[in-house]
């Protein structure tokens, strides 16, 4: 009689990219690009930032966006908690050099608590947990794009000395390779959005092969220079110790904190998941930019919380639906949605058919 072989439990879910960039850190650390190699990984680096910037840009529906404003309570205690909790509990951790963090992995962690929310995770986890998933549309994407240029500006303010921030040539790189992608985007949604939605399948391999070549890039550069034997397996457990009370920290505080702002259950699900989280693939390509060739280390914190958020939130949303009461189902559009602000339950698929978190 064949033994089944052993299934991880459908609470830990190990997301299949995680298992990619993995796999291209090996990559990076078993054949690294030297010399000639370098310069071209570096180019195509740099061109699949812009490119992935204007497909973001290409994609948001400024209709979308501006309707989604009305909601702007939720949406500023979302930003509040990405762009000043998350750095001022980052700057606390500063106490925790040399003893517990090297300089090296500190800077990493200081820039997790930087980058925007994530959009598609924080999508999926209100979804299965029978929240308001119109407000974590607009509150992902909105955090997106505020992140485009607030991250690098808190960069420049926190993370000078500390192998990050700004000089002259970093401002333009973010100009280049950040801003000016997106808004052409933005420009030419009219005539490409067609394509793009038609399409979306296929450009998703895009994003996220854009992303596996930043990452494969900064690792390379790293393994170059030997900055890899900095870092011992005893900090890498510190590192993710800290990472942990980091995110229960901030879970709890977006919960209990939009409970005592007056908001209604729907909403306040849809700011713990899009509060709490960070997105791996807006810090990924804004590390390549603001940390150049140190980017492989500053990027390691970052992957790590990705993986443990997309842990912990899915336990979370299963616990928060299975407490739901049974809701009944009604014909509804998306535009009739808590995107305006409406108290109403959002009519969402259950845990089976939710979309799977990604990257975003």
């Not at 793009?196 to 596996?212: E, M, N, Q, T, Y």
């Not at 060739?293 to 790590?304: N, T």
Request: aromatic share 6%; glycine share 10%; proline share 7%.
């Amino acid at each position: 009689m064949r033994r089944a072989l052993p299934k991880l439990p459908s609470w830990l879910p190990v997301d299949g990219y995680i298992l990619a960039l993995v796999g291209t850190v090996a990559l990076a650390a078993l054949l690294p690009a030297r010399g000639p190699a370098a310069t071209v990984a570096d180019g195509a680096s740099t061109g699949a930032v812009a490119l992935l910037f204007f497909l973001y840009g290409a994609r948001l529906s400024t209709r979308e966006a501006l309707d989604g404003l009305r909601h702007w309570r939720l949406h500023l205690t979302v930003l509040a908690c990405t762009f000043v909790l998350f750095p001022v509990l980052g700057l606390a951790a500063r106490g925790l050099v040399p003893y517990v963090l090297p300089p090296t992995l500190y800077t990493g962690l200081l820039f997790l608590c930087l980058v925007p929310s994530t959009v598609q995770s924080s999508i999926a986890f209100t979804s299965i947990a029978r929240g308001n998933v119109a407000a974590a549309i607009c509150a992902g994407s909105f955090s997106s794009i505020v992140g485009i240029v607030v991250t690098p500006l808190l960069a420049g303010l926190v993370l000078h000395g500390d192998g990050g921030g700004f000089s002259a040539g970093s401002l333009v790189s973010i100009v280049c390779q950040l801003l000016l992608p997106f808004v052409a985007g933005q420009l030419l949604r009219r005539w490409v959005g067609g394509f793009i939605a038609r399409h979306r399948k296929a450009l998703g391999h895009v994003d996220r092969g854009s992303i596996l070549l930043v990452v494969y890039t900064a690792f390379s550069a790293g393994m170059v220079q030997g900055i890899w034997h900095q870092v011992s397996p005893l900090r890498l457990l510190c590192l993710l110790g800290v990472e942990a009370v980091l995110l229960a920290v901030m879970l709890t505080a977006t919960s209990y904190g939009a409970k005592k702002l007056g908001f209604p259950r729907a909403d306040r699900i849809a700011i713990t998941f899009a509060g709490s989280k960070k997105s791996l693939a807006a810090g990924l390509p804004m590390a390549s930019v603001l940390f150049g060739a140190q980017a492989g280390l500053a990027v390691l914190p970052l992957m790590l919380f990705h993986q443990m958020q997309l842990m912990v939130c899915a336990v979370l949303a299963k616990r928060c639906a299975a407490r739901a009461e049974p809701e009944p189902r009604r014909e509804s559009s998306p535009a009739a949605t808590a995107v305006g602000g409406s108290t109403d339950p959002v009519p969402v698929p259950g845990p089976a058919t939710a979309p799977a978190p990604s990257a975003r």
